[in-house]
């Protein structure tokens, strides 16, 4: 009822090594879904392999690949006014490496170092980001 057009609309993320990753945006029927059956699953795309990478990435963001490591954002929550992510870290095959918890806008810093933006709210509902460093296992 109140969906838009990114809403209705997939997304390829190119990758710098000729792979792609599909937001594939689609509708899931559910009996009082606050998301409205609003679906988002990331899948990567390797010539004509297709393999999935989550179920329900809302609004995928911060895209990007290092040595064949793939980092994403995702919303998982709202707090006040505020969204909050987490930013998911996955291997050259498409397995799930890494979730960090409330963090937003991942950037690699070398092949195994990942930085992002701690994401908090206080008790007056302001979002506060501070610097976080992750090492990928």
Known sequence: MNWGDEDRVSTMFALNDGRAVAAVRYFEKAPEDPLEGRRTRLELHTGSSRVVLAENCLTPANLSGRKGLIAVQCVVEQAADNWLHDVIVF????????????CCEPRWSSDTTLQCKEESVDGDGQLRVTPKRFEIP
């Open 91 to 102: 291997g050259a095959a498409g397995q799930r490496l890494l979730t960090v918890s409330r």
